[in-house]
């Protein structure tokens, strides 16, 4: 059963566009939303998180949007360049078990 | 600042033989620990995560084991390996006390091939 679902598995965009991957969960009590970019061969690394007390965080060209009702957030990636080229895994927790529960990843490709 | 460290970064062993791979952090004490693997071209698999010395949950039931013998040290094992041990094992840790337990933060890995 996978509790994120993220989508798409894969993304071709073009330099200077924006890029958006999505994930939605169904456990209402996570609380807890990264987004992570792994390189090939790299270990992921955190990129942005948002926690369910705002809308909206942004952090440069990454933008996470967070839709309580819908239980839906997205990554939006503004001016895309050629150096976002990875994979992009969404995760979620809740509470204490100190657990994240991983979307599948979406593969982005920027072409120059 | 926080640093965490995997050996080897690469490895090729046979089927039937012994694994052992080994992460260590620095700059932290007491963290929680865990060991995930990653099938090529897939997602995070959870295999093992720790909370303290000599305190081990497994998620997925397989012929891996996992061992934290000192408190910045989690290793992974196996007395036999099979096929489907192959991937990418990243191992990661957290806070295990306040805000911010969840982020997780991950080493380098280890590309293991079992041929």
């Known amino acids: 059963q996978q509790q994120v679902k993220q989508s798409p598995q894969s993304l071709i965009v073009q330099k200077g566009g924006i890029s958006i991957i999505n994930c939605a969960y169904e456990n209402t009590a996570f609380d807890y939303f990264p987004w992570y970019q792994q390189f090939p061969g790299k270990g992921p690394a955190l990129l942005i998180a948002i926690r369910p007390d705002v809308s909206e965080k942004k952090e440069g060209r990454f933008t996470i949007s967070f839709n309580k009702s819908a239980k839906q957030f997205s990554l939006h990636i503004m001016d895309s360049q050629p150096g976002d080229s990875a994979t992009y895994f969404c995760?979620?927790?809740?509470?204490?078990?100190?657990?994240?529960?991983w979307g599948l990843g979406t593969s982005l490709a920027v072409n120059p | 600042s926080q640093t965490i460290h995997q050996w080897p970064a690469t490895l090729v062993q046979p089927v039937g033989s012994p694994l052992s791979l080994e992460c260590t952090v620095e700059?932290?004490?007491?963290?929680?620990l865990y060991w995930y693997r990653q099938a090529a071209g897939r997602g995070l698999q959870l295999l093992f995560y720790s909370v303290g010395i000599g305190q081990i949950s497994s998620e997925v039931p397989q012929n891996l084991s996992a061992s934290r013998p000192q408190d910045r040290q989690f290793i992974l094992s196996s007395k036999k390996l099979l096929l489907s041990d192959s991937g990418f094992y990243l191992c990661?840790?957290?806070?295990?006390?306040?805000?911010?337990?969840?982020?997780?933060?991950f080493g380098p890995g280890t590309r293991l091939t079992v041929l």
């Open positions: 990661a840790w957290s806070l295990n006390r306040g805000y911010g337990t969840d982020t997780q933060y």
């Open positions: 995760a979620a927790s809740a509470g204490n078990n100190r657990k994240l529960i």
């Open positions: 700059g932290t004490s007491n963290p929680n």
